[in-house]
């Protein structure tokens, strides 16, 4: 795993203005990937961002993007960005609800005169009031309509069609065809004398309302970016030259020693030299409980210091924090489009020039087969075909899922760095895992050890003696077991190591061995009395190791990886959610097998090497399944990029895994199941916003054209065509929010409420 990778390596990024529905998404990104050396682009419609992949100057990037109608700009620093952004969205905030006051109050105001008060006909009277209420009409749209009908006339000049294109036509439509009776009423049929100006008014009115609530509910969907930026501490206690001094926190440099005292943040990432604690790290790694901390031990950027006063050394500042990377690794998977999300933007590109077309052939057909007056309801009939079927909500269905699914999975401890990982990880079938570090703690413990004599602290001490000497990973295991039960290593001389048997050495005169069975039984040591304590053993998935000092058997010391408490649970989860399990490992078959029985695996394969598991993850793949594979990120790097989504557990000082799809911040497979549960209900939630988008079109379309009309004398009004449109948008982005409440069924009695 590296350190340190650069997750923005080759990619530029934009901020996008003017951008309002699925169709703009399509023109911006065809826009960018028209500049020599990009190699791809998508757009975020839900926070407004584009990101180009390759190597281009920036700036022909923006001309590209404020050639296609749009406006842009580079994002260099992300972090004031996003603070101009919150300020921004505000503020457009304000003044969409003062917009939408303005153009509601005239259109109601009409509405209701015509209701009650009067006559909605121009008739020799009233013909100089409704020029007057025409003019003033205008004004009214200019003022709090004016930005459709620039980002139409702007559209249009780059031979484009977007939202506005229909907004503005549909609008504007109403507007003409009304200033034209009031201007020469004598010259269209009495019939046809309606003015619609409270229609325009309160489209816009409608419609601005509808961006408002959309806008306010968008800022929910990035509180989990915004929870991960108010980890940052703003300052750092930092000894410098013997004395302690509040410092920014940018101005920390590695090598620096910070003090932190109880409850405080710890601002960058280092290594404890002084001092014990717990930190709380439940924002980085989604476990809840704090993690005791000494001398030596790593700590985080952005943690909480819950108990001690501790001084640690600055060892990765800035951009490079951990916490930095996270971020990054969740605005980046935020922004990604999985692959149902590339489909609705092909279906957009060409979605407003057909509703362009149905909504000339509606005014045709009635115009010619309609019944008086027949230009009013081609009039209207067209008007309300291009309102109600603006593709905001079509543009927003998948980001808005994506950005609260991915910022979900973030609060688990698990970081989505692709688009398609999210979306693959809903429809698992197989998952498998590497057993070291993975299922098991990944480093050896003395699990049982029985003395022949009953005197084990007598074993543990010849153990010891023997043991102190090597640098096997298993001398540490027998060593720490020694010290915990007070057993002073016994004084052995003349040690050595031999490879595949054990070791030995000389205690009082006589050979002390401690190694495998097949060793001792050659050196004619009888090991029959500890056969059933060594069949215990095994069958924890343990290796037995048999001590004797000269021909006489001492006993056996039973030494395993143990498997984490929590495994048994996280794989009984995978299986709730009818997903196989298999597990690969360099391990024996033995200590495979009773790990598979322990913990409820399917199937196993044990003594592969590592650089064929990559060949089992491909062979699992030909046979039909959908294959995850977990592992550590080191020597199975080549497995996680061969499955369709890898999950490298990493830890909470090292994210920036590049063979895998996810990275989950804690040891434990519940992140797993985590990941898969909330992977399937933001898919789920997509289709929900798809379908809603897909059906309202697909009936409000017929509708507003007429279709109920033969049958029941039905026509949609435009004025309920922009109401409908607007809660269209809301809708979706309420649905996406719910994913918000979303908890998985993990053992921490969570339960499932989507």
Known sequence: MNEKTDLNDGQIQLAVTGANCASCVNTIESALKSVDGITGAHMNLADRTATATGHADPQALIRAVESSGYGASQIEDPDAADDRKQEEDRKQYKTLLVKMAVSLGLGLGLMIWGMGFGTMMVTSENQPIWLTLGVVTLGVMAVTGGHFFSGAWKAFRHHNANMDTLIALGTGTAWVYSMTVASIPDALPEMARHVYFEASAMIIGLINLGQALELRAKGKTSEAVRRLLDLRAKTARVIRDGEEQDLPVEQVRAGDHIRVRPGEKLPVDGEITEGSTRVDESMLTGEPMPVSKGEGD?????????????????????????????????????????????????????????????????????????????????????????????????????????????????EYGALIRQGDALQTAGKLDLVILDKTGTITEGHPAVTRFHATDGDTRRLLALAAGLEQHSEHPLAEAIMAKAKDQGATPDNVTRFEALNGKGVQGELDGQTARLGNRRWLESENIDLAELQEEANAITAEAGTPLFLALGNQALGVVGVADAVKQDSEAAIRRLHDAGIRVMMVTGDVDGTARAIAEKTGIDDYRAEVLPEDKATIVSEMRGKGYTVAMVGDGINDAPALAAADVGFAIGTGTDVAIESAGITLMRGSLHGVADAIEISRATVRNIHQNLFGAFAYNSLGIPVAAGLLYPLWGILMSPILAGAAMSLSSVTVVTNANRLRLFKTTSNAGKEGNQ
Not at 309 to 317: E, G, M
Not at 324 to 330: E, F, N, T
Not at 390 to 399: D, M, Q, S
């Open 298 to 410: 790593e700590v985080s950027a952005g943690t909480i210091n819950t108990h001690g006063s501790i001084i640690y050394k600055a060892t990765r500042v800035g951009s490079e924090t951990a916490l930095a990377q996270i971020i990054r690794l969740v605005k980046k998977a935020q922004g990604s489009k999985p692959a149902i999300g590339r489909l609705a933007d092909r279906i957009s590109s060409i979605f407003v020039p057909s509703v362009m077309l149905i909504a000339v052939v509606s005014a045709l057909v009635w115009y010619n087969v309609g019944p008086e007056p027949a230009v009013v309801h081609m009039m209207v009939a067209a008007t309300t075909v291009l309102i109600i079927a603006c593709p905001c909500a079509l543009g927003l269905a998948t980001p808005m899922s994506v950005m609260v699914g991915v910022g979900k999975a973030a």
